[in-house]
Every structure is written in structure tokens, then in C-alpha cells.
């Protein structure tokens, strides 16, 4: 079919009901090709960065500047991966920063004629019992003209005045004045929703690439905040092609399916698995084996003071999943791993690995949530899989999103709520923080059940995570248009054994 019959065809389906204009903008090409564009950092080890970003044009050696002082930034670190795919406009650069001193302010510039200089905070070293909080992000997508478009308060302060007054009272304008009161964002899926506007912004007829110019402009957005912040992501549903919207397969360049952008862009930033620093022999032999089996930017893990997290794949890779070929969602993503359970056997040997002792909490991130109120949106595929090694090795909190609201769940294991409640319970305690907002809208929160401790579907709202000292962990919902705490939980955990077995 040519591609004005196949855009006749489309027309008239349910997405283009929302009133969107077909037609998206592109950010400007900056005349310096150089410039950065679209940066985000990650940890990559206890003593060392990776500060990522993007340039319309292919770099043969990027390079950074930096230093523990702004006006003295006396090192510098380069690479040669500056990498592209078909249909990009654009390269993703990524440089790692090395032998980092723990928990100190650094101060950093991007070797371009026209670079600013930023700052990021280094990794805590495992076993640090300094409280720290972080920010849980998920299923989040494009604001301003090409997005939904948040009531602008021009009296409003910006923090980062570099940041489109749009994003004002939305998730990332939250994010951007509170950026001083956490240490890192985890992004378990749903980043941009580039592949949403396939029907509103994806004009083949002027040659226009709505799915680029909703990503681009996703990532400039971000961009203020992920400079400054880790930014630790995974993939969701949204980040397997550019067809989401069912139907449109023949609109979508083989530029843009199975996780392309995805894997060019968090590929060669995300860690793999940190080395044990436990003196057990078997917890450093595990260890050794996840970070073989670990698979950026599907399946990692890192450990930040007394955290460990790990981030999962609920798209692809082990039974039934729903996004690989035969899967439920038809998006025909993967699989990633060398066979059909490398994802399962890195969590089982990274989650053994896991000394009490040092990092005391585990927290596992991935995008389909097993536990939802409402109907249909549970993966019962993700819960046959994953479930068993949560309850096992004891994880303390799973985070999910792909419902588009905010929900917590009582410890919880084969639909049976802990006994033991909050305090010290044996089963791990779940969150849905899919509120974030995006084109999609929010969901309702549809039919309860008998495990759910909190719901939310009024307003766009996001989740953090503070790990107030070994055995108390707390756990916010907010509104993001006015702060306000939603629902404040605090879990607490003996974690009196070194190594957990059940």
C-alpha cells in the first residue's frame, strides 16, 4: 500500500481523536554541529561516571573536561563512540570518568565551542549508610506544544531558567526545582512516547519524522536535569518500535523498531553489575557471574551507599514476554540475551550476590507491573517469571509503571498480602508510579483489590524513594503540580541476615 492510502487508512483512528494537529516540531540544528544536545550522566562504578550526550554531527574524538572546582577544570576524558542509526539526525557521544573521589560535587564541560558547564555529584561508595533519596520516574513523554501542554505560570522561579516555562507544575519542572533533594532518577520504560505520534506527527508527505522530532525534543527537555543527575533507564513497550498505535507497522523505518533508539542512546551508558565488595567468596563469585550475564540497557544493576538496585527487562527475554516475537503486545522486540534465560540467571545471580551487610536494601525496577488495580494491565508472563526470585532472595521494593497512575501495594507474594504488614515482612512491597504523564492521559484506577494500599488518578503525580538508615525506607507519591505528598509510607526491615534465602 503507498503511503497516501496507508495514511487515509489510519485517519480515522481512535488516537487522532485527542485533537492533536498532525505535524511535529523539530528543535533547530545549532550552526556549531558540535554543540551538545540531549545530555544524561549514569553511574557506571563506584568511583566513575558516564556523561552521555548528542550532536548533529558524527564526533571523531569527544571528549570532557573536569574537575572539583568550576574554574579549574583540570582533567579531561575522551573516547572515540560517537554513534548513529538510520533515520537519527543525530549521534549519541558517551565519555566515562574514572577514578572519581565518593560523594563529591564535580564540575564539568563538554570540549565543544559552544558547551556550558555543568555539575554532578560522584556515586556514594556500597556500604555508605548516609541517607540518601531518589526519584522514580516512569511512563513519562514530551510537554509543550508537542505534548500535553501544562497551564504556564510565568511568576513561577526557575531554577533552570535554560528549561521552557511550559514545564512549569508538570513531573520535569518537579524534578528541575527539587533537583538538590535527591541523588538519581530511575526510568524503568516509557521515555518520550515518540512512537505515539505516528499518526499525528509522522508526515511522510513533507518529510517530516514525527517520531525524531518527538524524541529530540523529550531529550532537550530532560536534558537540564539528566546533565546533573544520573539518569537510570530501561525499556517499556514504548521503546520497542515506532508503531505502538496498532495498524501502522508499514509507517515505521527499520530505523526505528526493536529498541534501535533506545539501545543507540543508554547502550554504551548504563553500568553492567558492580563488582561484590562483600568478603564472602560465593556473594564475589555471583557477582562475577552477573556482570557476565548483565545486558545494558536491558538488564544491569548498580549499588549506590546501602542500596542495591536492579534494573529488568519486563518487555523481552524469558517466557512469554510480551513484546518479543509471538508476544502478547504484536511489537516483535528481541530477544537480547544469547539464550532464552539470561536475563533470569543474571537476577538470580545478582540478587545472590547481594551482602545484607553492606548494601542492606534491594530494589528491583522494571516497566509491566504484576500487582494493579483496574483490569488488563497485570503480566501474569512477568509474574511467573520474575515473582519467584523477588520472594526468594528477598527484594524490599519493586517499582513498575505502565499503568498511568500512582499505586501501592502491601508486601505482597502470590497475591497474598505479608502478614507481617510494613513491618519487617518477608514478601517484597510494591509501587506503580506510571503518573508521570504523557500524551496517553491518565488511567483510572479502575477496580481495587485487596492488597492495594493507595491509589491515584487525579493529577500527574511521581514516587520517591528515601532510604532513611539501614532498617526504614520511605516512600512518597506527589502531586506534580503543587508537591503536595499524596501518601507517605515507611517500610521497615530488620535485614539481620547477611545473605537471604526463603
Given at each position: 500500500m503507498d503511503t497516501l492510502a496507508l495514511l487515509t487508512l489510519v485517519k480515522g483512528l481512535p488516537l487522532l481523536a485527542l485533537g492533536v494537529a498532525a505535524g511535529a516540531t523539530y528543535p533547530p540544528i545549532p550552526a556549531d554541529l558540535t554543540t551538545p544536545v540531549q545530555h544524561r550522566i549514569a553511574i557506571n562504578s563506584p568511583t566513575s561516571v558516564r556523561i552521555a550526550w548528542n550532536t548533529y554531527k558524527q564526533l571523531s574524538?569527544?571528549?570532557v573536561q573536569y574537575g572539583t572546582s568550576p574554574s579549574s577544570l583540570g582533567s579531561q576524558s575522551c573516547s572515540t563512540s560517537s554513534i548513529t542509526y538510520p533515520t537519527s539526525r543525530t549521534w549519541a557521544n558517551v565519555v566515562t570518568i574514572n577514578d572519581l573521589t565518593p560523594a563529591t560535587t564535580y564540575y564539568y564541560k563538554i570540549v565543544s565551542a559552544n558547551s556550558t558547564l555543568e555539575t554532578f555529584t560522584s556515586p556514594r561508595l556500597p556500604g555508605d549508610k548516609t541517607p540518601f533519596n531518589i526519584s522514580i520516574v516512569i511512563d513519562l513523554g514530551v510537554y509543550g506544544k508537542d505534548g500535553f501542554t501544562i497551564e504556564q505560570d510565568q511568576s513561577k522561579r526557575d531554577l533552570i531558567p535554560s528549561i521552557d516555562p511550559s514545564l512549569n507544575h508538570t513531573t520535569i519542572g518537579r524534578l528541575r526545582d527539587n533537583i538538590d533533594k535527591y541523588d538519581f532518577i530511575v526510568h524503568p520504560g516509557d521515555i518520550g512516547y515518540a512512537d505515539d505520534w505516528i499518526l499525528k506527527a509522522h508526515n511522510w508527505l513533507d518529510g517530516k519524522d514525527g517520531y525524531q522530532a518527538i524524541t529530540e525534543t523529550f531529550f532537550d527537555q530532560l536534558a537540564p536535569i539528566a546533565a546533573r543527575k544520573p539518569y537510570m533507564a530501561s525499556p517499556g513497550n514504548h521503546e520497542a518500535a515506532c508503531q505502538e498505535v496498532p495498524r501502522t507497522s508499514g509507517l515505521c523505518p527499520s530505523g526505528q523498531k526493536n529498541f534501535t533508539d533506545f539501545i543507540n542512546r543508554f547502550g554504551l551508558v548504563l553500568p553492567t553489575a558492580f563488582s561484590s565488595t562483600s568478603p564472602d567468596d560465593a556473594a564475589k563469585v555471583n557477582a562475577n557471574k552477573a556482570r557476565i550475564l548483565a545486558n545494558p540497557p536491558f538488564w544491569y544493576s548498580f549499588?549506590?551507599?546501602m542500596a542495591h538496585i536492579v534494573m529488568?527487562?519486563?518487555?523481552?527475554?524469558f517466557e512469554d514476554a510480551p513484546d518479543q516475537p509471538g508476544g502478547s503486545a504484536n511489537?516483535?522486540?528481541?530477544?537480547f540475551g544469547s539464550y532464552l534465560r539470561q536475563q533470569l540467571d543474571f537476577l538470580e545471580a545478582d540478587l545472590a550476590s547481594v551482602d545484607r551487610s553492606v548494601t542492606p536494601w534491594?530494589?528491583?525496577?522494571g516497566h509491566r507491573p504484576w500487582y494493579t488495580t483496574g483490569s488488563g494491565d497485570d503480566c501474569q508472563p512477568c509474574k511467573k517469571a520474575f515473582e519467584p526470585l523477588f520472594y526468594k532472595y528477598g527484594v524490599d521494593l519493586g517499582v513498575f509503571g505502565h499503568v498511568h497512575n500512582s499505586q501501592r501495594f502491601a508486601p505482597v507474594v502470590n497475591d497474598t498480602a505479608d502478614p507481617a504488614g510494613m513491618e519487617n515482612p518477608k514478601a517484597p512491597m510494591y509501587i506503580v508510579a506510571g503518573g508521570a504523564g504523557n500524551v496517553e492521559g491518565l488511567t483510572k484506577v479502575g477496580k481495587n483489590v485487596s492488597t492495594n494500599r493507595f491509589?491515584?488518578?487525579?493529577?500527574f503525580s511521581y514516587a520517591t524513594v528515601n532510604f532513611l538508615d539501614e532498617q526504614r525506607m520511605q516512600v512518597d507519591f506527589i502531586n506534580s503540580e503543587t508537591g503536595a505528598i499524596l501518601d507517605r509510607s515507611v517500610l521497615f526491615k530488620k535485614h539481620d541476615q547477611?545473605?537471604?534465602v526463603q
Amino acid at each position: 500500500m503507498d503511503t497516501l492510502a496507508l495514511l487515509t487508512l489510519v485517519k480515522g483512528l481512535p488516537l487522532l481523536a485527542l485533537g492533536v494537529a498532525a505535524g511535529a516540531t523539530y528543535p533547530p540544528i545549532p550552526a556549531d554541529l558540535t554543540t551538545p544536545v540531549q545530555h544524561r550522566i549514569a553511574i557506571n562504578s563506584p568511583t566513575s561516571v558516564r556523561i552521555a550526550w548528542n550532536t548533529y554531527k558524527q564526533l571523531s574524538q569527544p571528549c570532557v573536561q573536569y574537575g572539583t572546582s568550576p574554574s579549574s577544570l583540570g582533567s579531561q576524558s575522551c573516547s572515540t563512540s560517537s554513534i548513529t542509526y538510520p533515520t537519527s539526525r543525530t549521534w549519541a557521544n558517551v565519555v566515562t570518568i574514572n577514578d572519581l573521589t565518593p560523594a563529591t560535587t564535580y564540575y564539568y564541560k563538554i570540549v565543544s565551542a559552544n558547551s556550558t558547564l555543568e555539575t554532578f555529584t560522584s556515586p556514594r561508595l556500597p556500604g555508605d549508610k548516609t541517607p540518601f533519596n531518589i526519584s522514580i520516574v516512569i511512563d513519562l513523554g514530551v510537554y509543550g506544544k508537542d505534548g500535553f501542554t501544562i497551564e504556564q505560570d510565568q511568576s513561577k522561579r526557575d531554577l533552570i531558567p535554560s528549561i521552557d516555562p511550559s514545564l512549569n507544575h508538570t513531573t520535569i519542572g518537579r524534578l528541575r526545582d527539587n533537583i538538590d533533594k535527591y541523588d538519581f532518577i530511575v526510568h524503568p520504560g516509557d521515555i518520550g512516547y515518540a512512537d505515539d505520534w505516528i499518526l499525528k506527527a509522522h508526515n511522510w508527505l513533507d518529510g517530516k519524522d514525527g517520531y525524531q522530532a518527538i524524541t529530540e525534543t523529550f531529550f532537550d527537555q530532560l536534558a537540564p536535569i539528566a546533565a546533573r543527575k544520573p539518569y537510570m533507564a530501561s525499556p517499556g513497550n514504548h521503546e520497542a518500535a515506532c508503531q505502538e498505535v496498532p495498524r501502522t507497522s508499514g509507517l515505521c523505518p527499520s530505523g526505528q523498531k526493536n529498541f534501535t533508539d533506545f539501545i543507540n542512546r543508554f547502550g554504551l551508558v548504563l553500568p553492567t553489575a558492580f563488582s561484590s565488595t562483600s568478603p564472602d567468596d560465593a556473594a564475589k563469585v555471583n557477582a562475577n557471574k552477573a556482570r557476565i550475564l548483565a545486558n545494558p540497557p536491558f538488564w544491569y544493576s548498580f549499588e549506590y551507599g546501602m542500596a542495591h538496585i536492579v534494573m529488568i527487562d519486563t518487555e523481552t527475554d524469558f517466557e512469554d514476554a510480551p513484546d518479543q516475537p509471538g508476544g502478547s503486545a504484536n511489537l516483535n522486540g528481541g530477544p537480547f540475551g544469547s539464550y532464552l534465560r539470561q536475563q533470569l540467571d543474571f537476577l538470580e545471580a545478582d540478587l545472590a550476590s547481594v551482602d545484607r551487610s553492606v548494601t542492606p536494601w534491594v530494589v528491583v525496577a522494571g516497566h509491566r507491573p504484576w500487582y494493579t488495580t483496574g483490569s488488563g494491565d497485570d503480566c501474569q508472563p512477568c509474574k511467573k517469571a520474575f515473582e519467584p526470585l523477588f520472594y526468594k532472595y528477598g527484594v524490599d521494593l519493586g517499582v513498575f509503571g505502565h499503568v498511568h497512575n500512582s499505586q501501592r501495594f502491601a508486601p505482597v507474594v502470590n497475591d497474598t498480602a505479608d502478614p507481617a504488614g510494613m513491618e519487617n515482612p518477608k514478601a517484597p512491597m510494591y509501587i506503580v508510579a506510571g503518573g508521570a504523564g504523557n500524551v496517553e492521559g491518565l488511567t483510572k484506577v479502575g477496580k481495587n483489590v485487596s492488597t492495594n494500599r493507595f491509589a491515584y488518578d487525579d493529577a500527574f503525580s511521581y514516587a520517591t524513594v528515601n532510604f532513611l538508615d539501614e532498617q526504614r525506607m520511605q516512600v512518597d507519591f506527589i502531586n506534580s503540580e503543587t508537591g503536595a505528598i499524596l501518601d507517605r509510607s515507611v517500610l521497615f526491615k530488620k535485614h539481620d541476615q547477611k545473605f537471604v534465602v526463603q
